[in-house]
């Protein structure tokens, strides 16, 4: 029987027991894993959602997601640094078919 230890989840703060080996590697954060799902959505998604689009209107003058779409009627494409590539939909996707063999 392995050691176990109690700990608290830090989503829903109840109280679980955990396995002491895995408290000390500094897992066992959370009760569940749909616990751990949530909380890393939280703050990895919504919240790198909401820095890149930040990103973006730095990069392109204050333009955001948005403001392109309604420009350009596409779904507009950004790079890594939030800098304005184009669109998808219409004649750029049909270019980038054309291209698709030399990949
Ligand atoms: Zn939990």
Redesign the pocket.
């Known amino acids: 029987m392995a050691h176990m230890t109690e700990r608290k989840?830090k989503?829903?703060k109840?109280l679980f027991m955990a396995r002491t080996a895995d408290v000390n590697r500094g897992w066992a954060k959370?009760?569940?894993k749909s616990?751990k799902a949530i909380k890393q959505e939280q703050r990895t998604g919504q919240h790198a959602d909401f820095k890149f689009r930040q990103q973006i209107r730095d990069a392109n003058g204050g333009m955001g997601p948005a403001d392109f779409q309604r420009e350009y009627g596409g779904t507009p494409v950004f790079n890594r640094n939030g800098e304005y590539q184009g669109f998808m939909g219409g004649g750029f996707d049909n270019t980038l078919n054309q291209n698709h063999g030399e990949n």
Request: glycine share 0%; aromatic share 12%.
């Open positions: 989840c989503h829903r109840k959370f009760c569940s616990c």
